[in-house]
Each structure stands twice: as structure tokens, then as C-alpha cells.
């Protein structure tokens, strides 16, 4: 053996494998910081979506605690009659000297309780009839999507109006009939993720093995359907929101002295060019608030953040 190949061999080049000196430590530490340092930059690079979320929180808050949040009773007279905003009431007083932003806090709870239950009819009714269409098909999914198909040829709001006047006023009437306004729209998305899920090679090995058809539509094409529906489900909770307020807004909706967005919208539309904030606080927070819900879901469904 040459002196070349003894001095090249791994018993001369020095220490075994477990001696040899590993990646520098600070080389670790960057890896193992890297994970978060993306998040960070990516949240940098979405400030429109951080303040969304924190939007959504203070909403949230709003709707669990409002007398953490609110700064004065609802229904109570705190000041005079149409004071301007100031460090004492922050959104003024209405006609009543009572607190616009007391109200506002209030109202939140009235006002996102309703959209929330509209979302939750329309996803359980329209999500279990799109599954049903997309899994039996024939003559079921004929009937179910030309039903639906007579359905979004009516405005939403005009078909709303029409199931008020059956239903009757109220905040929770209201809920149910956009609730009912929005099922097609929930029938399209689950009819096409049943369908998408169902082509799937799982599903074939699953009828094979003789799982039931709808064992198998509920333990699986209802858990890989889940994230796109619950997209769909964030973003029209904005325009359930907002299909609310109008309703309250044209006198569905709460009845006073209940604080309810859309009513107080109404309360201070013929006060516009004397008491602008009484009408323009409530509805900055109804377009905040469909804004940020709308921004949140779509960059949570596009993994943006």
C-alpha cells in the first residue's frame, strides 16, 4: 500500500465518525429558529391580514364580554342629546343621550349571533344536500340541482324579504330566512367536494373492502370536504352579516331599544348632515367587520399566512 493511500484512508485522517466536529452551533440555532422566522416575515409581509385577525379577536371579545367593552348601559341616558364624539363618549350620543359606542358593543353580540346562526343553516342544510347529490346521483341529484338552480336565479335579498314576510320580524326570523337564502350556495361547494373526494383511489379501496356508501361519505368525503366548505362558510359569514344589517336597516330586524347594528344605522339615517356619527360609527364597524372576516378566510384558505 502506498504512503498516499495510507495517509487518505479514515484511520489516518483522524478521529472516528462519533469524534468529528459536527455543524457549528449557531448553523442549529438558525434551523431550528427558521420555522418561526417564515411566519414572522410572512406576517410582515400581510399586515392587511394581522390586522384583520386582530379585528375578528376584538370582535369576538365584543360579542363574549361587551361590559368589559362597553363603556356605559346600552339603554341609559349618560349624556346630552346628540353630543359629538369625544374622550367621554367615543362614538357620541344618539337623539336619547344615550352611549353610540355602548350600543355598538351591544349590538355586536345581537348582530354576529344572527350571522352565525344564518352560516350554521346554511352549511348543515346545504352541506348535507350537496353530499346527498354528489353521492346518490341520478334522479336525486337532478331534482336537488335544478332546485337549486330555480333558487339563485332569485336575488338573496329579495328571496330574504319574501321569507320575512312568512316568517315574521325579528333578529332571529331574520337569520333564518338569509340562512335559507344561502343554502344553494352551500349545495354547489359540497356537491362538488363530494364528487372530487368520491373519484378518489381511498374511496375506491374503500367500497371494495364494503364499506357503505354512507359510512364512507361521512368518514371520509365529509373530512377531506371540510376545509374548502369552511372557507366558503368564513367568507359568506361577511355577507350574512351585512344581509342582516340591511334587513334591520329597512325594519325587520331588532326592535328598539334593543342595540342592534342595522337598526342604529336607521335610527340616525334623517340625522346624517346634523349627527353624522350616529349612523357612520355603526355602519365603519358593520364594514370592518365583513372586511376583516372576508380577509382572514381567504388567507387562511390560501395559506398565505
Not at 344618539?94 to 353580540?109: E, F, I, P, Q, T
Not at 335544478?146 to 328571496?159: A, C, D, K, T
Not at 335559507?180 to 373526494?197: C, D, K, N
Not at 347594528?261 to 340616525?268: D, M
Amino acid at each position: 500500500m502506498s504512503s498516499t493511500d495510507i495517509t487518505s484512508s479514515p484511520a489516518a485522517a483522524g478521529a472516528p465518525d462519533a469524534e468529528r466536529p459536527g455543524p457549528p452551533l449557531s448553523d442549529a440555532r438558525t434551523r431550528a429558529r427558521r420555522p418561526g422566522a417564515r411566519t414572522g416575515a410572512a406576517l410582515l409581509r400581510r399586515p392587511g391580514t394581522v390586522l384583520a385577525g386582530l379585528f375578528v379577536l376584538l370582535m369576538i371579545g365584543w360579542v363574549l364580554f361587551p361590559g368589559l367593552f362597553a363603556t356605559a348601559d346600552p339603554t341609559e341616558i349618560v349624556g346630552d342629546s346628540l353630543a359629538a364624539p369625544s374622550w367621554q363618549h367615543w362614538f357620541g350620543t344618539d337623539l336619547n343621550g344615550r352611549d353610540v359606542y355602548s350600543r355598538v358593543v351591544y349590538g355586536a353580540r345581537v348582530s354576529l349571533r344572527a350571522g352565525v346562526l344564518a352560516i350554521t343553516i346554511s352549511l348543515v342544510v346545504g352541506g348535507l344536500l350537496g353530499m346527498l347529490a354528489g353521492s346518490v346521483g341520478g334522479w336525486v341529484d337532478a331534482v336537488i340541482s335544478r332546485s337549486v338552480e330555480v333558487i339563485v336565479s332569485i336575488p338573496g335579498l329579495l328571496l330574504s324579504l319574501a321569507l320575512i314576510s312568512v316568517l315574521g320580524f325579528g333578529v332571529t326570523k331574520v337569520a333564518i330566512a338569509v340562512g335559507i337564502s344561502g343554502i344553494p350556495g352551500f349545495v354547489r361547494i359540497a356537491r362538488a367536494e363530494t364528487l372530487r373526494v368520491s373519484a378518489m383511489p381511498y374511496m375506491d379501496a374503500a367500497r371494495t373492502s364494503g364499506t357503505r356508501r354512507f359510512l364512507g361519505l361521512f368518514s371520509h368525503v365529509v373530512p377531506n370536504a371540510a376545509g374548502p366548505v369552511a372557507v366558503v362558510a368564513g367568507i359568506d359569514l361577511g355577507g350574512a352579516i351585512l344581509s342582516i344589517a340591511a334587513l334591520s336597516f329597512l325594519g325587520f330586524g331588532a326592535v328598539p331599544p334593543t342595540a342592534e347594528w342595522g337598526s342604529q344605522i336607521n335610527e340616525g339615517r334623517l340625522y346624517v348632515a346634523s349627527a353624522w356619527w350616529w349612523s357612520i360609527c355603526p355602519a365603519i364597524i358593520v364594514a370592518l367587520t365583513v372586511l376583516s372576516a372576508n380577509r382572514l378566510t381567504r388567507s387562511i384558505g390560501t395559506r398565505e399566512v
